[in-house]
């Protein structure tokens, strides 16, 4: 970092955290429910859980992962909205505009987190908060009224997102080199992103009883009692030091599908699972890698799970795969008899990029022994729904199901907008 351009407080990251995300886009959407209590749900249901809440609905003591028959009951007026995923990515990109015209985007965290890494000038402590001022500005005029942040400013992206959750909603907050460790100390080890409560029981296990502790490990000290090298790079970024960046590999395609009451008896669950699998094949597809392992998984409805997987040739053939789930319905069907299905997902894994093929000695490549024509035929599939929307062309009989099989914002994953065709 030069000298020039940074204080004592040695900022180089400003980590944004749009408050109450879905929640608020949807009040944004709607003028009628803005300052009322709303949750967004992934079915209508009261069996189910919020998959978020306004501030408004947690001054009730309504959290995300809250029952929603539970959250009634907190809160009699409350407002059950059902998740539109595709308006979220929507507003998602909005706001990557909208940051764009002040600073550039270093990584995306997740649907309403982003990390930007300050650059010259504005490592200054002063122009780093006007900066942020402006950011959050520009989100109000620009984007929605409705869509507030958190930011945090500190020396290493992991502070940065420390500080971003102190103050909500709307907060500004700085964790400067000048300041640390002061301001940490007053955290238990679970406020930290990153240490949940298993992690927390086993640094508490060795000894590591608080923050303050934690801070004063030595590094490879923290590596040991954390299980991995995982411990030490959190350790360095608590002190404001990042870690290196670590390559990641797309290992797996997977969706799965929270079933309303009326759609969970095992024939509107497996016609669920088709509906999935089609997505998934698509996505396969578009992304360019083949599968060679697919999964079912099954949650019911009054306990328990089933969960079968098969080996694949190398494919991304939709018939190929379509067969292989009729062979693990099968096997679930017997396993199942008359339960009830709550949740239903379906995984390919073990992908390998079709860029990587390499004859062997014969020719031979994983693409030689798929069958052309029925490729040609899911590409055209593809197409054709990309250009006229989502189901227009489906293989088998297409289950009556509205609203399912929509691509959705998971932790730490964001669909790409073509998701929402396929």
């Known amino acids: 970092m030069s000298a020039l351009w940074h204080d004592e407080a040695r900022l180089k990251w400003l980590f944004l955290d749009l408050n109450s995300y879905f929640a608020s886009v949807e009040q944004q959407e709607d003028p009628s429910i803005r300052g009322k209590p709303v949750i967004v749900v992934p079915v209508e249901t009261d069996s189910t859980c919020a998959i978020a809440a306004s501030y408004e609905a947690k001054a009730f003591g309504i959290t995300t992962g809250t029952r929603v028959g539970e959250a009634k009951r907190l809160c009699p007026g409350l407002i059950c909205v059902p998740a539109r995923h595709d308006v979220y990515v929507d507003y998602h990109h909005r706001i990557l505009d909208e940051l764009d015209r002040h600073i550039y985007v270093t990584k995306i965290c997740s649907v309403d987190e982003v990390a930007c890494e300050l650059i010259g000038p504005d490592q200054l402590t002063p122009n780093a908060i006007a900066l942020a001022g402006r950011i959050k500005s520009g989100i109000a005029a620009r984007v929605g009224i409705c869509l507030r942040s958190s930011i945090g400013l500190a020396p290493s992206q992991l502070l940065a997102k420390i500080a971003s959750d102190l103050q909500k909603p709307d907060g500004l907050t700085i964790l400067g080199a000048d300041r640390l460790p002061g301001p940490l100390l007053d955290l238990g080890l679970t406020d930290l992103p990153g240490i949940g409560r298993k992690m927390g029981r086993r640094l508490e296990a060795a000894g590591v009883r608080g923050v303050e502790a934690f801070w004063y490990l030595a590094p490879r000290r923290a590596r040991a009692v954390w299980g991995g090298i995982g411990g030490e790079h959190f350790w360095y970024g608590l002190h404001g030091i990042d870690p290196p960046a670590q390559e990641t590999r797309r290992g797996s395609i997977s969706h799965s599908q929270v079933l309303a009451p009326d759609l969970r008896s095992p024939a509107s669950a497996f016609a669920v699972a088709h509906r999935l699998l089609a997505r998934a ?120 199901l509205p609203r399912y099989g929509g691509a959705k914002v998971a932790f730490n994953r964001i669909p790409d907008r073509a998701e929402f065709q396929e």
């Not at 306990?303 to 991304?316: A, W």
């Not at 073990?350 to 490729?375: I, K, N």
């Not at 590409?379 to 088998?396: E, H, Q």
């Open 281 to 400: 094949a698509s996505r396969l597809r578009r992304l360019d890698y083949r599968a060679q392992r697919l999964g079912l998984a099954l949650r019911l409805e009054r306990g328990g799970s089933i969960d079968n997987e098969c080996r694949l040739p190398q494919t991304q053939d939709s018939f190929v795969l379509l067969r292989a789930l009729r062979r693990l319905h099968a096997e679930a069907a017997r396993e199942l008899g008359t339960s009830q299905i709550r949740k239903i997902g379906v995984a390919l894994m073990e992908l390998v990029p079709c860029a990587g093929d390499q004859p062997d000695l014969f020719g031979w490549t994983p693409a030689t022994s798929e069958d052309p024509q029925r490729l040609r035929l899911s590409r055209a599939m593809d197409r054709l729904n990309a250009r006229y929307g989502r189901d227009t062309v489906l293989l088998g009989v297409a289950p009556a």
